[in-house]
């Protein structure tokens, strides 16, 4: 039984990767770097780990995109507790001074999740909005995996 509880776990260890990456990237307060640590830590190949986690969680910032995209108007005139509405503000700064290229941030806990709805709210173009979130993420995680087999002597 140990064994094949083994077995399914490998077997879908990048499927989990992918579904907690994804839902890291959504509003909910999740953490994905743990688990590519981990699968890294047990062999699994530092690319295919950063790939699959990459892949999940641009497709997350996709999905708080479209929330602001599809949502701008509701959210507008409704109430927003304090907390919320002074992440969204930080968002909408670094949008305005920075652009699009603010978008390379939003792996950032706290503000980058606002930054993907702000992104959408403020109808920035889709493309380049995946192309630049995908270089952030992917970038933190390649980071990350890098860290990982310095720190375990596997590099």
């Given at each position: 039984?140990?064994?094949?509880?083994a077995?399914?776990?490998?077997?879908?260890?990048?499927?989990?990767?992918?579904?907690?990456?994804?839902?890291?990237?959504?509003?909910?307060?999740?953490?994905?770097?743990?688990l590519?640590?981990?699968?890294?830590?047990?062999g699994?190949?530092?690319?295919?780990?950063v790939?699959?986690?990459?892949?999940?969680?641009?497709?997350g910032?996709a999905t708080?995109?479209?929330i602001?995209?599809?949502?701008?108007?509701?959210w507008?005139h409704?109430?927003?507790?304090?907390?919320?509405?002074?992440?969204?503000?930080?968002?909408?700064?670094?949008?305005?001074r920075?652009?699009g290229?603010?978008?390379?941030?939003s792996?950032?806990?706290?503000?980058?999740?606002?930054?993907?709805?702000?992104?959408?709210?403020?109808?920035?173009?889709?493309?380049?909005?995946v192309?630049?979130?995908?270089?952030?993420?992917?970038?933190?995680?390649?980071?990350?995996?890098?860290?990982?087999?310095?720190?375990?002597?596997?590099?």
């Open positions: 039984m140990e064994n094949l509880l077995d399914l776990a490998r077997e879908h260890a990048l499927g989990a990767l992918f579904l907690t990456a994804f839902l890291a990237a959504t509003l909910l307060p999740l953490g994905s770097e743990w590519l640590a981990l699968l890294i830590l047990q699994q190949p530092a690319l295919s780990a790939l699959v986690a990459g892949a999940g969680n641009t497709l910032a708080n995109y479209l602001g995209w599809g949502g701008e108007r509701w507008r409704r109430p927003h507790p304090p907390r919320q509405l002074a992440r969204l503000e930080r968002a909408q700064t670094l949008m305005g920075y652009g290229w603010a978008l390379l941030f792996w950032l806990p706290v503000v980058g999740d606002p930054l993907c709805v702000v992104a959408g709210a403020l109808r920035f173009p889709l493309l380049p909005f192309l630049i979130v995908a270089v952030g993420k992917l970038g933190r995680y390649a980071f990350l995996a890098w860290a990982t087999q310095q720190a375990a002597g596997l590099w």
